[in-house]
């Protein structure tokens, strides 16, 4: 399956859907401190609802023992400022799906890692920052998943 990864991410409530989202297609959530939140925080078991024992979550201290993890599978960088449109993408079993921060996205640095295979973005209208984390995240796994047929469900 497919493994999505939060750099840093912010705010519990959307780590708490991504666990959900996790849980019901079998993708691998990761997540990269710093956190913004507790993983236990009530904002997060709620998003998450009953979903927690039925996820695979993996907490790396830094965005470098994330890469020791997962690597050597291909990263697909998420971030509005980039040319290539997610649908364009041939996902394949392992692909790490990367997401920054809310609200800024990944930096430029991180952006710039040797890592990342490509940088993908998920189009929107003009004059809007961004697309919810939880809901971008899910949209690219379910986009990831289709093209192998939806393995798995039911």
């Known amino acids: 399956m497919f493994r999505l990864l939060f750099y840093s991410p912010r ?24 956190m913004g ?8 078991r709620r998003a998450g609802l009953d979903y927690h024992d039925l996820a695979s979550v993996t907490v ?4 470098p023992e994330a890469w020791d ?20 993408v041939g996902y394949q079993a ?6 920054g921060p ?7 640095a991180t952006l710039a890692d040797d890592h990342i295979t490509q940088r993908v973005r998920i189009p929107m209208l003009p004059g809007r920052r961004s697309l919810n984390l939880a809901n971008a995240a899910a949209v690219a796994v379910y986009e990831a998943w289709r093209q192998h047929g939806f393995v798995g469900a039911v």
């Open 94 to 99: 392992g692909d790490v799906l990367m997401f």
């Open 60 to 63: 790396h201290a830094s965005l």
């Open 102 to 108: 809310e609200p800024t996205g990944l930096d430029a």
């Open 11 to 34: 705010i519990a409530s959307n780590t708490g859907n991504a666990i959900r989202t996790a849980a019901v297609t079998g993708c691998e959530l990761h997540l990269v401190e710093p």
């Open 37 to 44: 939140f507790d993983l236990s925080e009530p904002k997060l």
């Open 69 to 88: 993890a997962l690597s050597p599978a291909r990263v697909f960088a998420f971030s509005t400022h980039a040319s290539t449109v997610f649908t364009d």
